[in-house]
């Protein structure tokens, strides 16, 4: 045993101990930024302080220092068929043997991007072989494991996963949230997840999900994304940000415009009658979200006073213009514009990402699909689902006129994939005409603002920026199916729990569903293109606009405080 003289400031450990600088850190939120019912309410106004922990334990991972039986079989198949040439060469010996195969108590990475970056942070060991005849010894050093250098920024990141913090009161159950959609009470947390993507680089800058996983509370255990039961949505190990899916909802309809217009289905500034309904004399179901008892049966024809166009439907969020451009693209070309867009990959090697759903998968995704799939899929409903980190890269890919670069979460020297998707710019500029009025016009743009306790509470509020965006309201069906029935109609119902027990279970229609509330958006400097793409996602929270829109104008304040974005804020640094 060595003993150090006793050094100020000095802690002796093993170089391949880890350290987490970053585990818990405290940033100022400006509560005059917040919606008008958060920026008192006994909290004393002005900027609140927040701190918070495990921002990025979850994605960094764990390692663990017992070796598993799986864990030289994952090396062989890593030398064999994912490493280089070089790296083959410099692991192996002439005899075979692997510099940096497993000996018992090695450190392996066990999650996040500890577990699948393994074999580039693991070093090889050093090796002296000398022969018995003549003694000649040759010495082959040994070579330390590569640095990985995330894209994150860690002030960013602890910045979003504060405004999502339950103490600010954004991500908790709001009774101005439109509860009807939420499966919380008042009171309670949201789960939900935020990311923002670079533009230009695809770098992934924030990927913040909630609840978070707290590293100093033993009770919370890592699971994989596999290991965590359907119902089980509050657990803190779940990243919602890279593995969760969800339906896309109206935030997936600037991909259906752009995508019908590059393939002839929509002349740009077409005119579309917004009925209602988009089935003939069927009322009640594939209706527009206006066409309601509340808003007199209102529809955004009558409402516009005018069939609307492309960039209208957009602001505005009307059904019905796209069913009718996602029919007219039929299932195939639907799917086809979807993947297009990344569905159906997994946007990161360096941590675990769902590919999202796909139609039906498989070789033949559009089998047994109709046109009221297709119809469906066009307002982001029907057989798919994404994640958030999708959503973002979207968006991004929007933003670049359809050239799409693989989101990257590891720094490196090479700029990720590019690939053009083939987007009519006109489209484009289109539909990023329509984003814009969406957040903008302060008459019917769905992401402008909304009413709470009588009085007019505008969504976002960060100077010296322009924003593009849309939101969504995503009805959630999958998570209702074990208790639901799928009517003739298509409509959804409920079994009546006033059914006597031993008869045949009789179900009532369901007028409500839970929903997801989505807020994706672009954001510049006033004047300049979109330079990030933000995603905000909150599970089975109720209305896209009124939940997630504040937590998006905060995602933009963050980005002004941390130098992002020109214009200032009244918060403090971290």
């Known amino acids: 045993r060595t003993e150090l003289p006793v050094l100020p ?71 064999e068929t994912d490493a280089t040439q070089e790296q083959r060469d410099l692991a192996l010996t002439d005899r075979g043997v692997d510099r940096g195969r497993y000996m018992d108590h090695d450190h392996v990475g066990h999650t996040g991007v500890e577990a699948r970056m393994e074999h580039t942070l693991r070093g090889l060991r050093g090796l002296r072989v000398r022969r018995l005849d003549t003694g000649e010894q040759t010495v082959i050093e040994r070579t330390p494991g590569k640095d990985v250098t995330l894209t994150l920024d860690a002030a960013l990141q602890a910045r979003i996963a504060a405004v999502l913090s339950p103490e600010v009161g954004l991500a908790v159950a709001q009774g101005w949230h439109g509860n009807a959609g939420s499966r919380r009470d008042n009171g309670l947390p949201l789960a939900g997840a ?56 109206s935030i997936a309809k600037a991909i259906t415009l752009t995508w ?91 941590v675990a990402c769902s590919p999202g759903i796909l139609g039906k998968g498989g070789d033949e995704p559009a089998k047994g699909l109709t046109n009221v799939d297709a119809a469906l899929m066009g307002i982001g409903q029907g057989p798919i689902a994404w994640t958030p980190l999708h959503a973002a890269d979207a968006y991004a890919t929007l933003a670049r006129g359809g050239k799409r670069l693989g989101p990257t979460l590891v720094r490196s020297e090479g700029r990720p994939f590019e690939e053009d998707i083939g987007l009519d710019p006109a489209a484009v500029e289109r539909a990023l005409e329509g984003l814009y009025l969406s957040v903008n016009d302060r008459t019917l743009g769905t992401g402008n603002h909304t009413i709470i306790r009588g009085e007019r509470v505008d969504y976002f509020n960060a100077p010296g920026v322009t924003v593009w965006g849309k939101t969504g309201t995503a009805q959630e069906v999958a998570t209702l199916t074990k208790e639901m029935k799928v009517l003739a109609d298509g409509s959804l119902a409920l079994p009546d729990p006033s059914d006597p027990v031993g008869t045949p279970t009789v179900f009532r229609p369901v007028k409500a569903l839970y929903t997801h509330a989505w807020f994706v958006g672009l954001v510049a400097p006033q004047g300049e293109e979109p330079k990030y793409a933000i995603s905000v996602m909150m599970e089975l929270a109720g209305s896209g606009g009124r939940v997630s829109g504040p937590i998006a104008n905060q995602v933009i304040h963050a980005l002004q405080a941390e130098g992002y974005l020109p214009g200032t804020t009244s918060g403090g640094g971290l």
Request: net charge negative; charged share 25%.
């Open 260 to 350: 019908a217009a590059s393939r002839g289905e929509q002349e740009l500034h077409e005119r579309i009658e917004c009925t209602g309904h988009f089935l003939p004399g069927r009322e009640d179901i594939l209706r527009c979200w206006i066409y309601r008892s509340e808003y007199g049966m209102m529809t955004h024809s009558s409402q516009l006073k005018h069939d609307p166009d492309e960039a209208e439907a957009l602001m505005c969020s009307c059904n019905i213009y796209f069913y009718t451009l996602g029919s007219r693209l039929g299932p195939e070309r639907m799917l086809q514009a979807y993947r297009a867009f990344g569905v159906g990959e997994s946007p990161l090697d360096a």
């Open 194 to 249: 935020v990311v923002v993507i670079d533009i230009e680089s695809g770098e992934v800058l924030a990927l913040v999900s909630t609840p978070t996983l707290d590293p100093e509370d033993p009770s919370q255990r890592t699971k994989k994304p596999e290991d965590v039961p359907a119902g089980d949505w509050d657990d803190p190990s779940f990243n919602r940000a890279t593995s969760a899916i969800y339906p896309p909802g």
């Open 9 to 79: 400031r000095l802690d002796a450990g093993h170089a391949r101990d880890r350290q987490y600088p970053y585990r818990s850190m405290t940033s100022e939120i400006d509560r005059s930024t917040l919606p008008g019912p958060l920026k008192g309410d006994g909290r004393g106004g002005g900027s609140a302080s927040v701190t918070v922990g495990g921002t990025l334990d979850a994605l960094v991972g764990s390692v663990r220092s017992q070796v598993y039986e799986k864990d030289p079989e994952h090396r062989r198949q890593w030398l």
